[in-house]
């Protein structure tokens, strides 16, 4: 069935450095792809996504691209803030517009 | 604008007892959702509702009942809670099977002793 994989983390950066959280999924054709964050006791909201092969998802200076090439949705940020500091999850559609979603990553980022 | 509103935020119940989750959106949206999320295993799906009267089973509905009575609200059951119940529950919603994202809640504590 249809997968997200996502790296483990933690991932702990200091303030300004450049985030990469990979992610790559198993799915039939091309659905769409969504990163969520999850802040300290918050739910998860959307934080960026794609509907289509190549498309490139942007939002708060993260970017995603959805690459059918290699099944992946990276995420990146130039340069990350303490406030990034969340857990993220990869997602797609699991059918009847339920989310399948990654088992998530934790990025800390110290000043 | 209050969204997707849960309650309670936390709550500890002793294995055996029964409690209900309380989900309600303001969004008129017809899709609601309960997920639980584990440590490293994202969230799982439980129970989801296609609209008011409907409820459907998720990937791990064991143990949970659910009732979509009104459109606005989603209500989570432990009939007889089990330690392995012990989980952060969140509901989330959404307008259509489309239309994305999923609006979620700020999640439930729950913990089974």
């Known amino acids: 069935g249809d997968s997200v994989t996502q790296m483990e983390g933690p991932v702990t950066l200091s303030e300004e450095a450049f985030l990469t959280i990979n992610c790559t999924y198993t799915a039939t054709g091309y659905p769409s792809l969504f990163w969520y964050v999850q802040y300290p006791g918050e739910g998860l909201q959307l934080l960026l996504k794609a509907t289509k092969a190549d498309d490139k998802g942007s939002n708060k200076g993260f970017e995603a691209t959805y690459r059918k090439e290699t099944t992946s949705f990276h995420l990146e940020k130039g340069s990350v803030q303490v406030s990034d500091s969340a857990v993220y999850f990869c997602?797609?559609?699991?059918?009847?517009?339920?989310?399948?979603f990654g088992a998530g990553t934790r990025l800390a980022v110290h000043p | 604008n209050a969204g997707v509103t849960q309650t309670p935020k936390f709550r500890v119940l002793k294995t055996g007892q029964s409690m209900t989750l309380l989900c309600a959106q303001d969004m008129n949206h017809e899709y609601m959702y309960w997920y639980r999320q584990d440590p490293g295993m994202g969230l799982r799906l439980i129970h989801y509702?296609?609209?008011?009267?409907?409820?459907a089973k998720g990937e791990v509905p064991d143990g949970y009942n659910v009732s979509r009575l009104k459109k606005q609200n989603f209500l989570l059951g432990l009939e007889s809670a089990a330690p392995s119940q012990t989980s952060v529950y969140f509901c989330?919603?959404?307008?259509?099977?489309?239309?994305?994202?999923?609006?979620f809640g700020d999640g439930t504590r729950l913990s089974i002793l």
């Open positions: 989330a919603s959404s307008y259509d099977r489309t239309y994305q994202p999923q609006h």
């Open positions: 997602a797609l559609p699991g059918g009847y517009n339920k989310l399948i």
């Open positions: 509702s296609v609209g008011e009267g409907t409820t």
